[in-house]
């Protein structure tokens, strides 16, 4: 497995930005279960788009999971961009949500093997990556084919998180913060904020039963201790009542952790994902 950390500057963001890159190759367990994997030309690899929590980057992923390990033995190309604590969303010092929405595809479908067509596409994220992934996947059905929702769902006015306190009883969600202060967490749950805006993710998951557009499978995991469970649940539900092949699994005693998060990439890419797990060779 190559893994690449990429710096350049980006025009949506107006800033240099990492990003950290998976690309299977010819590997030990290749070599000793006799698998062929020749290098030509013209090769490509399925691609999952990763996306971080708050308070995360480009590299959280590497460094607190096993996806290279995953991806390597499923011959899966990973992307993981950094966009700091912008919760996917556009905002006066960095248009963000363009950034993954449109730009990246475009930078790592020029620079990197990876296949553009849907059926070969997949996006997942944890925490406020669970809504950057929930919200690419709504917006851009024709590009993904499946998504994974880690410990969350996209923000929703009225359906606030709850939090599980020591002593068992329950609270709102009040643990996320953005650099621009308390103004945009209180906003991306406020229906008059969101309405008919890019930021209505939910509004844009009608819109696509609606208009009869391809629907990407949904997959949502979090554990039953988990201050976004509540969120989860409602999203999983209602995306399934209107008409969303979903599925979620609540996970008992695992709470808001790497350990639940890197079981679930492992199920994803070995299980869940439609994946061919062999390089795509022109033809």
């Known amino acids: 497995m190559a893994v690449i950390k990429m710096n350049f500057l980006s025009k949506a963001l107006g800033m240099q930005t990492n990003l950290t890159v998976c690309l299977p190759t010819y590997s030990f367990a290749d070599s000793m279960e006799g698998r ?29 999971t096993n996806i290279v390990r995953y991806a390597d033995r499923n011959k899966l190309a990973v992307i993981m961009p950094g966009v700091h604590n912008s919760a996917y969303t556009d905002l006066p010092y960095g248009r963000y949500f363009t950034y993954v ?29 669970s809504h950057g992934a929930m919200k690419l996947a709504m917006l851009y059905p024709e590009r993904y084919t499946a998504a994974l929702m880690m410990s969350g769902a996209s923000y929703r006015p009225g359906i606030p998180s709850i939090v599980k306190t020591k002593n068992g009883e329950f609270d709102w969600e009040t643990d996320m913060r953005v650099p621009v202060g308390q103004e945009l967490q209180d906003n ?18 009608r819109r696509n039963i609606e208009e009869g557009k391809l629907l990407p499978k949904l997959v949502f995991r979090v554990g039953d201790s988990d201050h976004a469970l509540y969120r989860t649940i409602r999203a999983e539900e209602d995306l399934r009542q209107w008409g969303y092949d979903t599925t979620l699994e609540i996970v008992p005693g695992m709470g808001h952790e790497w350990d639940l998060w890197d079981e679930t990439l492992r199920l994803a890419t070995d299980e869940w994902l439609p994946l061919r797990r062999a390089p795509i060779y022109p033809d």
Do not use: W
């Open 101 to 129: 929405a449109e730009e990246l595809p475009q930078i790592c479908e020029a620079f990197f093997p990876i296949s553009g067509k849907r059926e070969d596409t997949f996006v997942g994220g944890l925490s406020m990556g």
């Open 36 to 64: 062929e994997v020749t290098y030509k030309q013209g090769m490509k690899f399925q691609c999952l788009y990763l996306m971080h929590g708050g308070s995360g980057d480009d590299s959280d992923y590497v460094n607190f």
């Open 188 to 205: 991306l749950h406020d229906e008059a904020f969101l309405r008919g805006t890019v930021n209505d993710v939910y509004a844009a998951a």
